[in-house]
C-alpha cells in the first residue's frame, strides 16, 4: 500500500473532561516544508463540537489529522467489545453508533449515560471504587495496537479503565461519538480503507511522537519552549518563535503536527502488523508498530 500524498498536517489533543469548553484540547497545523506547526485559534478554548465541526468544514483539503484518543475498545482478546452481552456493537462503527444513541441526551459529547449503562458499566473500572464485574482486573483488556505501543516502551492506559490522571477512556468514548458524527464523510483510517487522495482522519499516542524526537517515554511531556524547540528540530522542524513556559496540550499538539509530516509517507506505518485482523473491530493507533 503507498500512502497518499498529505498536503498538511493536523494534531488534536483532546479531552473527555466534563462540561463545555477545555483548557486540555488543543489543535495544531502544519504544511509540506519544514515550517514550524501554529496553534489553530490561539487563546481560544475549544468545545469538542467546535473540534468537529472544524475537523468537517474547516480542515484544509489534502490533510491527515491526528486525534489523540482511542477510536475504539478491545475486542480481539475476548471476541467481542462486552461479551455476554447481546447487545454488544459488532465492529467499531456500530461501536461508535451506540456510544451516540445511548449518550444523544448528554450535552457537549459526554458520555455519562454510556459508562453508567447498566450493561456496559459492568467492564468499567469507575470512579468511587467501583469496577464492573466484568473489568477483568489488573490494568484492564488491552488492544492489539496498545499492545505494540506497549512493546514499544510506551505505558498505554486500557480504555475500561475510567479513573486516575492519565486515563483515556473517557475522552476515547466521547471521541466515538464525534467520529460518528464525522465518518463516512471523513475517512478514519484503518476502519475506513485508506483513499488515494483527500483528507484522512488517524488515531495518535502523542508519546510516540515525543520518542522519534529522542524523548524517553516516561518525559514525553515538555513544558518549556525550549524542550519543544529542541524536540521539533530532531524532527526536521523549525522552533516555534516563543520560548519560557508552554502547557503540555499545546506542545503534544505542536510536535505531534510535525512528527505526522516527517512520517506519514512512511509504508510501514500504514501496514503494521496484525492490523488486518483487527482494522475494522478495534482500529490502531498510528505509528504503532
Known amino acids: 500500500m503507498t500512502p497518499p500524498r498529505f ?36 487563546g481560544h478554548r475549544w468545545s469538542r463540537t467546535e473540534v468537529a465541526d472544524w475537523l468537517a468544514q474547516e480542515m484544509p483539503q489534502g490533510t491527515l ?17 462486552f461479551p455476554a452481552w447481546n447487545e454488544s456493537p459488532a465492529d467499531a462503527r456500530d461501536l461508535w453508533a451506540a456510544v451516540e444513541r445511548i449518550c444523544a ?3 457537549h459529547l459526554s458520555v455519562s449515560s454510556f459508562v453508567d449503562h447498566a ?15 466484568r473489568f477483568g482486573g ?23 479503565n475510567l479513573i486516575g490522571a492519565a486515563q483515556v477512556g473517557k475522552s476515547s468514548l466521547s471521541g466515538m ?28 499516542y502523542t508519546t510516540i511522537a515525543a520518542m522519534h524526537a529522542g524523548r524517553p517515554p516516561g518525559r514525553s511531556k515538555m513544558r518549556s519552549y525550549e524542550e519543544l524547540n529542541s524536540a521539533l528540530i530532531s524532527l526536521g522542524s523549525r522552533p516555534v518563535e516563543a520560548s519560557g513556559a508552554v502547557d503540555d496540550h499545546t506542545s503534544d499538539a505542536i510536535l505531534t503536527s510535525a512528527w505526522l509530516r516527517k512520517v506519514a509517507h512512511q509504508p510501514e506505518l500504514w501496514n503494521p502488523p496484525g492490523l488486518s485482523e483487527v482494522a475494522q473491530t478495534e482500529g490502531w493507533t498510528f505509528g504503532a508498530v
Open 177 to 204: 461519538r464525534m467520529l460518528h458524527r464525522l465518518s463516512p464523510r471523513l475517512p478514519v483510517w484503518p476502519v475506513d480503507p485508506l483513499p488515494g487522495e483527500g483528507s484522512v482522519v488517524v488515531e495518535i
Open 138 to 160: 489488573g490494568r484492564g483488556r488491552f488492544r492489539k495496537s496498545e499492545l505494540a505501543q506497549e512493546r514499544m516502551g510506551c505505558r498505554p492506559y486500557s480504555n475500561f
Open 7 to 42: 498536503q498538511h498536517f493536523a494534531a488534536i489533543d483532546w479531552s473527555g473532561a466534563a462540561g463545555e469548553r477545555h483548557k486540555g484540547i488543543a489543535l495544531a497545523l502544519c504544511s509540506e516544508g519544514n515550517a514550524a506547526p501554529q496553534i489553530v485559534r490561539p
Open 119 to 133: 450493561e456496559a458499566s459492568r467492564h468499567f473500572r469507575r470512579h468511587g471504587g467501583r469496577e464492573g464485574d
Open 65 to 81: 489529522a491526528g486525534l489523540d484518543l482511542g477510536m475504539s475498545l478491545p475486542h480481539a482478546d475476548r471476541g467481542a467489545y
Open 105 to 107: 441526551d448528554d450535552p
